[in-house]
């Protein structure tokens, strides 16, 4: 079987599955197999595939098939500047907590030695893109799982990038800092919103990272205990929640509360920043 037949036979059965992007998750799949890109693929159309390739283009396919998510077949997703190691222990890392960097990385804009905290890992994502980009910051992150510590440790060994990590639980409060950036993407699904998501995410993300009511809540309280004053706190938010979250820093005694939209318009980040001591 030749690549351009290849493509176009998974393609039809991924579409058949129900993925959203059959074509773009065939092509990505094979490309992997080949150990080349899909712009790599337009060449090599009417190449034919050797038996081991077939087998290990079929195996991966299998498994797109079953709607588990192409990050995770794959073994690995991109985050801003970085390639990072992902599997079921850890979310997938989104283009909207790319935004989330954004901001954080205009915070600490002119602090050389900034201490940030990342609460609730996971891959390590948010810390180390953190670290990758403003040379010179401390950067920590926690979680509550081992699993996800063990995906954040081993990204930072790849990267070279030096994050600590460390098991913490955001509702015993928040590493003593103090910090000039606290930031998170926190669990934001609530347990009645499960059943809507996506088949990838219901299925196969780990629910300890989508699910936590009053996470938001209590790292907003718990970043006014830790961080300096004139320090941020930066938040992703769930669709529509962020009015709410705005009026809860605010409540708090934050300043400046801002909120910024996603690639797509939706307003997806609310930061804040800390007058005092509390």
């Known amino acids: ?12 059965r ?32 009417g190449r034919e595939l050797t038996e081991g390739e077939l087998a290990a283009f079929e195996s991966l396919v299998a498994r797109r098939e079953g709607r588990e998510p ?24 989104r283009p909207e907590t790319e935004v989330v960097v954004e901001r954080c990385l205009a915070l600490l804009c002119g602090v050389e030695a900034a201490r940030a905290l990342d609460v609730g890992t996971g891959s390590g994502a948010i810390a180390l893109a953190i670290a990758d980009e403003h040379p010179g910051a401390d950067v920590t992150g926690i979680d509550v799982s081992e699993d996800a510590l063990a995906v954040a440790r081993s990204n930072a060994e790849r990267a070279g990038l030096g994050v600590s990590f460390a098991r913490h639980d955001l509702f ?37 990272a989508l ?6 809540e ?31 820093l605010r409540e708090l005694g934050y300043t400046d509360v801002t909120t910024t939209t996603d690639l797509t318009g939706t307003d997806r980040v609310v930061e804040g920043v800390t007058t005092s001591s509390a």
């Open 1 to 12: 079987m030749v690549v351009d037949e290849a493509l176009r036979a998974s393609a039809e």
């Open 14 to 45: 991924l579409g058949a599955a129900g993925c959203e992007t059959p074509r773009v998750d065939a092509a990505l799949l094979l490309a992997h197999v080949l150990r080349t890109t899909r712009s790599g693929l337009v060449g090599s159309r």
């Open 70 to 93: 192409l990050a995770y077949v794959l073994g690995a997703w991109g985050f801003r500047r970085l390639v990072l190691s992902v599997d079921p222990r850890v979310l997938v890392p």
């Open 172 to 208: 015993d409060g928040l590493p003593a800092g103090p910090w000039e950036l606290v930031v998170s993407n926190p669990p934001y699904v609530r347990p009645g919103e499960i059943e809507t998501l996506q088949h990838e995410v219901r299925e196969w993300e780990p629910r300890v």
């Open 211 to 216: 699910l936590a009511e009053g996470a938001t």
């Open 218 to 248: 209590a790292i907003a309280e718990g970043a006014r205990e830790v961080l300096r004053p004139g320090g941020a706190l930066v938040l992703e938010v769930a669709d529509g929640d962020a009015p709410r979250v705005a009026a809860l």
